[in-house]
Nanobody, 126 residues
């Protein structure tokens, strides 16, 4: 049984930082591209950042470039999202995703993605 379990969300003031974690089980973690998505109320779920199986390739959405950093530890089956200089518009539910097709993550092909976590709320106050 595949599980992706996110943690680390919460309430933070603008300018602050949070670190999200996603622990995977039931999959050969080191063979999957991993991504972080977010979904604000009334909006579509969109890619925030993605990382290749080895960690050698990364992708960031334009709105988070220079502020967020994605990383992974294959020995711990965990992917991270370090979020700095948070803004109120970063408020959303953040989801971890696993897929073997890089393009599925980058194109936010939500219905095509192999596995999802349950999501963690991030709220940034002004």
């Amino acid at each position: 049984q595949v599980q992706l379990v996110e943690s680390g969300g919460g309430l933070v003031q603008a300018g602050g930082s949070l670190r999200l974690s996603c622990a995977a089980s039931g999959v050969t973690f080191s063979t999957y591209d991993m991504g972080w998505f977010r979904q604000a109320p009334g909006k579509q779920r969109k890619i925030v950042a993605a990382i290749s199986p080895s960690g050698g390739n990364t992708y960031y959405g334009d709105s988070v470039k220079g502020r967020f950093t994605i990383s992974r530890d294959n020995a711990k089956n965990t992917v991270y999202l370090q979020m700095n200089s948070l803004k109120p518009e970063d408020t959303a539910v953040y989801f971890c995703a696993a897929d073997r097709t890089w393009w599925h993550l980058l194109s936010s092909a939500v219905s095509s993605i192999d596995y999802w976590g349950q999501g963690t709320q991030v709220t940034v106050t002004s």
